[in-house]
C-alpha cells in the first residue's frame, strides 16, 4: 500500500510548512511539526509555529502549552509572553492571563498600549467593569479600540445608546469591520430599532458571501447537500454565526417564524457537535413547535454545560410549564438555586422566579398560588397605569423619542402580565368554573382588550358557558375580522375559531351567517389544495365535527354521527389527529349512552358506523391517534405495542368491537385484539 508520509523531504521543509499556513491548513501543519517536536523538543521555530496555528485553530489550551516552552526558551521575548497572555485570555484562564501581562507592564515596553487593552479585556471577561474601565481610561483619546472597549462596557451595563455612540465611532475611524458592525446591529437590536439592525446584519452577510464563497452561505437553505465548513477562524472573522443568529433572533420577535428557520439554515454548515451553544440554543427554540423532542434535548444538553446561554433556564422552564412536565420544572430550578439566588443573576428575573414557583405552586396549593399571582397581577397593573400616565403627559409636551421609549416600556410591562393572568385563569379552568375565569378576564379588559390571546381565551369561556353564545360570538368575529383586516386568509388563523363561532351563529339562530363562514372556508380550501395538493387542510372538517358535535350534545346523535362521518370523506385528505380526537369523543359518548340504554340506534345508523370505523382502520395505520408528549416516560419507551396502539387504527378496531360487543352482549373473555 502507498504510504504518504506527513514529514516533508529534507530541503522542502520550510516551503511545504509555510504554503500549508498560507492556504490555512494548520492541522496538517500541526501533524507535520508536532513528529518533528518530537525529535527536537527544544525547536524554538516548531514552537513558534504550534502556538500560532493552534490558536488559529482556537485550540487555546494546546496554544498556551507552546508559548510556555517558548517563553521558557526565550525568557525575554516580549512577544512570546503576550501571545502567551492572549492565549491564557482566550482559554479563559484570566488569572493566569494577568499574571502573564502584568510581567510586560513596566511602562517602557513597545507593547505597552496593547497590554492595557489586554488587561481591561481581562477584567471585562472577569466581571470587573469598574477596573476594565479604569484600564481603558488609560488609552489614547483617537485610539479605534478605545471606542469599541467603551461600548462594550456601557453595553455590559445596559447603557446602550451611549455603547452604541462609541461604536458608531470607531465604524467611521476603522470603516466596516465584521465584529464591529455585529456590535452596532446588536445595540440597535436592545433599542428595538430592528430596521436599522437588520441594515448592518445585511453588510456582514453580503461581505461573507462575497470574500468567503467556500464558507457556502445558503446552501442548506436551497436543500443542497454540503459538507461541514468547521469554526474555522476564517468564519469567526466574519461575524457570520454572530449575524445569523441576531437575523434569526430579531425575526422570531417579529413572529416571522420561517424568517427565522431560514436565518439559521442560511448560516454556514457545520455538524451539530460543531455547534456553539447560542446556535444550539437558537435552533432548539424557533424550531421547538415542529420538534419539540429535539428541543428538549438541546436545552437539557446547554444546561448542564458551564457557559450555557442564559436564556437557556428560562426557556427551558417555559417549555416544562408549556407542556406540563411541572416536576422536571421543579426539578430544575432546585438544581439551579445556588446560581438563581445570587444577586443580579442573568438567568431568571426576581418576576420570572416568582411566577414559576406560583405556577409550580398552583400543582399543591391552588389557594396560596392565586393569592401570589393575584399579588403579582397588582404590582403590574399598578405599573402600566403608571406607564400610561406618562405616555399621556409626554404626548402633551410633544416628546416623541420618550413617548416611543415608553410606549416600549408598556409592551414589556404588558408581556409580563399575559402569562400571569392565564395561569391564575387556568386554576379555575382545570376545575371548569368557567363564571370565575370569566371573571379574572373582565378585570383586565382595561389593558388586554386589544389582545388577540386574551380575545380567544374569553371567547372560549364564554362558550363554554350556556347561555353565553352571544358574547362569544362578538370576541369570535373581532378574531375573524382581525384577519380579515391584514388580508389574511381565514385558514391563518386557529381552526378551532371559525368552528366556535359557526356554532355560536346556529345557537343564536344566526345560521345564514354559519353557512356564508363555512362557504369561505371551503373556498380557501379548494384554492390552498389547488396550489398545494399534497397539503392537508383540516378547517372546514373542523368546524363539521364541532357542529356536529353540538348535535351529540344536545341528544342527537343520529344527524351529529352522520354529519361527522361525512366531514372526514376523502378519508384520504381529512383523517388526522386532531380530526380523530373529535370524531372518537363523539363515538364513545354514544356508546356510553348506548350501553346505560338511554337511546336505540337504528339498525341503517349501525350499519353506517360500521361502515365508516373500517373506512378508519384502512386509512389510519400510519396516523397517531393522538399526541405524545415530547418526552417519554422509561416505562413509555420499553413498552413494545406503543407504537402500535398509538394509531388510529387500533382504535377504530377498538370502537368497532365495542359497537359489536353492545349489540350482541358483552362477552368478557374473549380479547378484542
Given at each position: 500500500m502507498y504510504h504518504h508520509s506527513l514529514r516533508p523531504k529534507d530541503g522542502e521543509y520550510t516551503k511545504v510548512v509555510y504554503n500549508l499556513i498560507k492556504e490555512q491548513k494548520y492541522a496538517e501543519v500541526v501533524k507535520i511539526l508536532t513528529s518533528e517536536l518530537n525529535m527536537n523538543g527544544r525547536s524554538r521555530a516548531a514552537l513558534s509555529i504550534l502556538g500560532y496555528c493552534t490558536y488559529q485553530m482556537q485550540h487555546y489550551e494546546d496554544s498556551v502549552v507552546y508559548y510556555k516552552r517558548l517563553v521558557d526558551l526565550c525568557p525575554n521575548n516580549e512577544h512570546y509572553l503576550m501571545y502567551l497572555a492572549q492565549s491564557q485570555y482566550k482559554a479563559c484562564s484570566y488569572q493566569d492571563a494577568m499574571n502573564t501581562a502584568v510581567q510586560l507592564d513596566d511602562g517602557n515596553s513597545e507593547l505597552a498600549a496593547e497590554v492595557k487593552k489586554l488587561q481591561a479585556a481581562i477584567k471585562y471577561g472577569e466581571g470587573d467593569i469598574q477596573s476594565a474601565k479604569g484600564l481603558v481610561e488609560q488609552s489614547s483619546s483617537g485610539d479605534a479600540d478605545k471606542h469599541v472597549n467603551y461600548g462594550c462596557i456601557l453595553f455590559k451595563e445596559g447603557k446602550f445608546d451611549d455603547a452604541l455612540k462609541h461604536f458608531l465611532d470607531a465604524h467611521n475611524i476603522q470603516g466596516f469591520k465584521p465584529d464591529l458592525c455585529y456590535n452596532i446591529a446588536l445595540c440597535y437590536y436592545k433599542k428595538t430599532d430592528y430596521a436599522q439592525s437588520l441594515r448592518f446584519l445585511s453588510e456582514i452577510i453580503e461581505r461573507g458571501i462575497k470574500d468567503h464563497p467556500e464558507l457556502s452561505v445558503g446552501m442548506a437553505t436551497e436543500g443542497l447537500e454540503i459538507r461541514s465548513v468547521g469554526n474555522t477562524l476564517a468564519l469567526q472573522e466574519t461575524a457570520l454565526v454572530e449575524g445569523f443568529n441576531l437575523k434569526a433572533a430579531i425575526e422570531f420577535r417579529l413572529k416571522n417564524n420561517e424568517g427565522a428557520v431560514e436565518a439559521l439554515t442560511d448560516m454556514p454548515p457545520r455538524s451539530e457537535e460543531e455547534l456553539d451553544p447560542v446556535t444550539l440554543h437558537n435552533q432548539a427554540l424557533i424550531n421547538f413547535e415542529s420538534e419539540p423532542t429535539s428541543g428538549f434535548e438541546k436545552f437539557q444538553f446547554l444546561i448542564q454545560q458551564a457557559d450555557f446561554p442564559p436564556e437557556t433556564l428560562a426557556n427551558l422552564l417555559i417549555m416544562y410549564v408549556k407542556y406540563d412536565y411541572l416536576d422536571l420544572a421543579a426539578d430544575l430550578l432546585a438544581e439551579n438555586n445556588d446560581i438563581l439566588t445570587q444577586k443580579d443573576n442573568p438567568y431568571l428575573t426576581p418576576w420570572m422566579l416568582d411566577f414559576f414557583e406560583a405556577v409550580l405552586m398552583a400543582e399543591t396549593s391552588p389557594e396560596d398560588a392565586?393569592?401570589?399571582?393575584?399579588?403579582?397581577?397588582?404590582?403590574?397593573?399598578?405599573?402600566?397605569?403608571?406607564?400610561?400616565?406618562?405616555?399621556?403627559?409626554?404626548?402633551?409636551?410633544?416628546?416623541?423619542?420618550?413617548?416611543?421609549?415608553?410606549?416600549?416600556?408598556?409592551?414589556?410591562?404588558?408581556?409580563?402580565?399575559?402569562?400571569?393572568?392565564?395561569?391564575?385563569?387556568?386554576?379555575?379552568?382545570?376545575?371548569?368554573?368557567?363564571?370565575?375565569?370569566?371573571?379574572?378576564?373582565?378585570?383586565?379588559?382595561?389593558?388586554?382588550?386589544?389582545?388577540?390571546?386574551?380575545?380567544v381565551n374569553v371567547a372560549h369561556v364564554l362558550f363554554m358557558q350556556e347561555g353565553?353564545?352571544?358574547?362569544?360570538?362578538?370576541?369570535?368575529?373581532s378574531l375573524v375580522k382581525t384577519v380579515q383586516a391584514r388580508r389574511e386568509p381565514l385558514l391563518s388563523c386557529s381552526a378551532i375559531i371559525p368552528a366556535n363561532l359557526c356554532v355560536c351563529y346556529i345557537m343564536t339562530s344566526l345560521n345564514e351567517h354559519a353557512e356564508e363562514m363555512m362557504q369561505k372556508i371551503e373556498r380557501e380550501e379548494e384554492q390552498a389544495a389547488y396550489e398545494e395538493p399534497e397539503k392537508k387542510i383540516y378547517h372546514f372538517c373542523i368546524i363539521n365535527l364541532v357542529i356536529g358535535t353540538l348535535y351529540c350534545a344536545k341528544g342527537n346523535y343520529e344527524f351529529g354521527i352522520a354529519r361527522m362521518m361525512k366531514a372526514l370523506e376523502p378519508f384520504s385528505k381529512k383523517l388526522g389527529t386532531d380530526t380523530w380526537f373529535y370524531t372518537k369523543r363523539c363515538f364513545l359518548s354514544l356508546l356510553e349512552n348506548l350501553a346505560k340504554h338511554m337511546l336505540v340506534l337504528k339498525d341503517e345508523v349501525f350499519v353506517e358506523c360500521i361502515k365508516f370505523l373500517d373506512a378508519a382502520e384502512a386509512n389510519g395505520r400510519n396516523l397517531k391517534a393522538y399526541h405524545e408528549g415530547p418526552l417519554l416516560t422509561d416505562e413509555d419507551k420499553n413498552d413494545p405495542m406503543r407504537d402500535g396502539r398509538n394509531t388510529i387504527t387500533f382504535e377504530a378496531r377498538y370502537l368497532k368491537w365495542l359497537f359489536y360487543e353492545l349489540r350482541d352482549g358483552f362477552n368478557y373473555n374473549i380479547c378484542p385484539l
Amino acid at each position: 500500500m502507498y504510504h504518504h508520509s506527513l514529514r516533508p523531504k529534507d530541503g522542502e521543509y520550510t516551503k511545504v510548512v509555510y504554503n500549508l499556513i498560507k492556504e490555512q491548513k494548520y492541522a496538517e501543519v500541526v501533524k507535520i511539526l508536532t513528529s518533528e517536536l518530537n525529535m527536537n523538543g527544544r525547536s524554538r521555530a516548531a514552537l513558534s509555529i504550534l502556538g500560532y496555528c493552534t490558536y488559529q485553530m482556537q485550540h487555546y489550551e494546546d496554544s498556551v502549552v507552546y508559548y510556555k516552552r517558548l517563553v521558557d526558551l526565550c525568557p525575554n521575548n516580549e512577544h512570546y509572553l503576550m501571545y502567551l497572555a492572549q492565549s491564557q485570555y482566550k482559554a479563559c484562564s484570566y488569572q493566569d492571563a494577568m499574571n502573564t501581562a502584568v510581567q510586560l507592564d513596566d511602562g517602557n515596553s513597545e507593547l505597552a498600549a496593547e497590554v492595557k487593552k489586554l488587561q481591561a479585556a481581562i477584567k471585562y471577561g472577569e466581571g470587573d467593569i469598574q477596573s476594565a474601565k479604569g484600564l481603558v481610561e488609560q488609552s489614547s483619546s483617537g485610539d479605534a479600540d478605545k471606542h469599541v472597549n467603551y461600548g462594550c462596557i456601557l453595553f455590559k451595563e445596559g447603557k446602550f445608546d451611549d455603547a452604541l455612540k462609541h461604536f458608531l465611532d470607531a465604524h467611521n475611524i476603522q470603516g466596516f469591520k465584521p465584529d464591529l458592525c455585529y456590535n452596532i446591529a446588536l445595540c440597535y437590536y436592545k433599542k428595538t430599532d430592528y430596521a436599522q439592525s437588520l441594515r448592518f446584519l445585511s453588510e456582514i452577510i453580503e461581505r461573507g458571501i462575497k470574500d468567503h464563497p467556500e464558507l457556502s452561505v445558503g446552501m442548506a437553505t436551497e436543500g443542497l447537500e454540503i459538507r461541514s465548513v468547521g469554526n474555522t477562524l476564517a468564519l469567526q472573522e466574519t461575524a457570520l454565526v454572530e449575524g445569523f443568529n441576531l437575523k434569526a433572533a430579531i425575526e422570531f420577535r417579529l413572529k416571522n417564524n420561517e424568517g427565522a428557520v431560514e436565518a439559521l439554515t442560511d448560516m454556514p454548515p457545520r455538524s451539530e457537535e460543531e455547534l456553539d451553544p447560542v446556535t444550539l440554543h437558537n435552533q432548539a427554540l424557533i424550531n421547538f413547535e415542529s420538534e419539540p423532542t429535539s428541543g428538549f434535548e438541546k436545552f437539557q444538553f446547554l444546561i448542564q454545560q458551564a457557559d450555557f446561554p442564559p436564556e437557556t433556564l428560562a426557556n427551558l422552564l417555559i417549555m416544562y410549564v408549556k407542556y406540563d412536565y411541572l416536576d422536571l420544572a421543579a426539578d430544575l430550578l432546585a438544581e439551579n438555586n445556588d446560581i438563581l439566588t445570587q444577586k443580579d443573576n442573568p438567568y431568571l428575573t426576581p418576576w420570572m422566579l416568582d411566577f414559576f414557583e406560583a405556577v409550580l405552586m398552583a400543582e399543591t396549593s391552588p389557594e396560596d398560588a392565586y393569592a401570589k399571582f393575584d399579588d403579582m397581577n397588582a404590582r403590574i397593573t399598578d405599573d402600566l397605569r403608571k406607564v400610561t400616565k406618562l405616555v399621556q403627559d409626554y404626548r402633551q409636551n410633544r416628546e416623541d423619542e420618550k413617548v416611543q421609549k415608553t410606549i416600549k416600556e408598556y409592551d414589556e410591562k404588558l408581556d409580563m402580565y399575559l402569562p400571569v393572568l392565564m395561569q391564575q385563569a387556568k386554576i379555575f379552568w382545570d376545575r371548569k368554573n368557567y363564571p370565575q375565569v370569566e371573571k379574572i378576564f373582565r378585570k383586565s379588559v382595561e389593558f388586554l382588550n386589544d389582545n388577540d390571546v386574551w380575545k380567544v381565551n374569553v371567547a372560549h369561556v364564554l362558550f363554554m358557558q350556556e347561555g353565553k353564545y352571544s358574547d362569544a360570538k362578538g370576541f369570535y368575529e373581532s378574531l375573524v375580522k382581525t384577519v380579515q383586516a391584514r388580508r389574511e386568509p381565514l385558514l391563518s388563523c386557529s381552526a378551532i375559531i371559525p368552528a366556535n363561532l359557526c356554532v355560536c351563529y346556529i345557537m343564536t339562530s344566526l345560521n345564514e351567517h354559519a353557512e356564508e363562514m363555512m362557504q369561505k372556508i371551503e373556498r380557501e380550501e379548494e384554492q390552498a389544495a389547488y396550489e398545494e395538493p399534497e397539503k392537508k387542510i383540516y378547517h372546514f372538517c373542523i368546524i363539521n365535527l364541532v357542529i356536529g358535535t353540538l348535535y351529540c350534545a344536545k341528544g342527537n346523535y343520529e344527524f351529529g354521527i352522520a354529519r361527522m362521518m361525512k366531514a372526514l370523506e376523502p378519508f384520504s385528505k381529512k383523517l388526522g389527529t386532531d380530526t380523530w380526537f373529535y370524531t372518537k369523543r363523539c363515538f364513545l359518548s354514544l356508546l356510553e349512552n348506548l350501553a346505560k340504554h338511554m337511546l336505540v340506534l337504528k339498525d341503517e345508523v349501525f350499519v353506517e358506523c360500521i361502515k365508516f370505523l373500517d373506512a378508519a382502520e384502512a386509512n389510519g395505520r400510519n396516523l397517531k391517534a393522538y399526541h405524545e408528549g415530547p418526552l417519554l416516560t422509561d416505562e413509555d419507551k420499553n413498552d413494545p405495542m406503543r407504537d402500535g396502539r398509538n394509531t388510529i387504527t387500533f382504535e377504530a378496531r377498538y370502537l368497532k368491537w365495542l359497537f359489536y360487543e353492545l349489540r350482541d352482549g358483552f362477552n368478557y373473555n374473549i380479547c378484542p385484539l
